[in-house]
């Protein structure tokens, strides 16, 4: 999807300046406003790692575009990245535009705006004074799980690891970045600085950082739609006493930890609550999230009946084995006998 305009050297080489000049040419000459809006989120995605500015990109044909730009209805999960640019009654007209009513917005958006606020002003902040710039060195994985490495010069070394691996997961949520048709920025690997002061590494089993559950910023309409339709997509008031309870004791928010235990788990699949209450105390009890217990139990499930499918099948050949008559057990004992081997119809005593 990348253009010779804006493929992925330009957005993270340029300067402001250049950047600023080609997509305003771009924006009059294509008019592909779901490929710039994305572009535009990944220039803020650079702004919150890096020590330069690039806070408010382009703000005014962003602004217009969200508030008359219909095409930007194909991809309405764009818009959160973007609240800052508007005013309150300004938000109010954009979010019905892409969701159709408040409701559909904030049941749809939860856990991109818990992200957005856990990273602050990150990605509208300026320009930071540090002692010494630094070097981003990362890993992702393509859609096809091939590992590949990407590097951004001058970030801020200051900033935490979590903030690090928040921002770099919103990358993998834009589908603009390609090679040979694979999308590049798939799944976050590894981050490290030049300075070879490591960042995180989700190879690794003591790694501790929490990936948000993000919808991808190209997600339909029409699968938006299921969402504000479901049934339930939400903890039941027992459950979310409990994770209260619990996040309390960890000294962390209700919010964190429901997003850590629950996020992107399919409420459908587990419609008996108390079920889902043992799913969730084994989830704190090994500080896992749902899901994963979810998938090991499968597998646990899987191993015991093919242990099970094993053990029938050698009954069965043992059931199906021809008996021997009294003469040819005689004949196969003396044969046995000669060879030196031992009378295995005989209990040792």
Not at 62 to 87: G, H, N, Q, V
Not at 137 to 162: A, I, M, Y
Request: proline share 3%; hydrophobic share 35%; with cysteine.
């Amino acid at each position: 999807m990348e253009t010779t305009v804006f493929g992925q050297a330009t957005l993270f080489r340029s300067g402001r300046m250049n950047l600023e000049k080609k997509f305003i040419k771009a924006a009059k000459e294509t008019q592909d406003t779901v490929f710039l809006t994305q572009c535009a989120i990944a220039i803020m995605i650079r702004n919150g790692l890096s020590v330069e500015d690039f806070s408010y990109f382009c703000k005014d044909i962003i602004r217009e575009w969200f508030l008359t730009d219909d095409s930007l209805k194909e991809i309405p999960m764009s818009c959160i990245y973007f609240r800052a640019y508007f005013s309150d009654e300004e938000w109010a007209i954009v979010t019905k535009r892409m969701f159709g009513s408040e409701k559909a917005f904030l049941t749809c958006t939860e856990y991109e705006r818990i992200h957005i606020d856990k990273l602050g002003n990150l990605l509208i902040s300026g320009s930071h004074e540090v002692p010494q710039r630094s070097k981003l060195v990362s890993f992702f994985k393509d859609e096809n799980g091939k590992r590949h490495g990407w590097n951004l010069s001058n970030v801020n070394p200051q900033l935490t690891n979590q903030q690090y691996y928040d921002l770099l997961t919103i990358l993998t949520k834009l589908d603009i970045f390609e090679k040979d048709g694979v999308r590049r920025f798939a799944e976050v690997v590894k981050a490290d600085t030049l300075t070879e002061k490591p960042r995180f590494n989700n190879t690794k089993e003591e790694q501790t950082l929490k990936a948000a559950p993000l919808r991808s910023i190209v997600t339909k309409p029409t699968e938006l739609s299921k969402v504000t339709q479901t049934p339930q997509n939400r903890p039941s008031a027992l459950i979310e006493a409990v994770i209260n309870r619990a996040a309390e004791s960890r000294k962390q928010t209700p919010q964190e930890l429901e997003i850590f235990l629950l996020g992107g788990f399919d409420y459908s699949s587990v419609p008996d609550e108390n079920e889902l209450l043992t799913l969730v105390n084994q989830a704190l009890a090994e500080n896992k999230p749902v899901t994963v217990i979810q998938k090991e139990q499968k597998q646990i499930g899987k191993a015991n009946k093919s242990n099970k499918k094993t053990r029938k099948d050698r009954e069965k050949s043992k059931k199906n084995r021809p008996q021997l008559t009294k003469e040819q057990r005689a004949f196969q004992n003396r044969v046995n006998k000669a060879l030196g081997k031992k009378n295995r119809s005989k209990k040792r005593r």
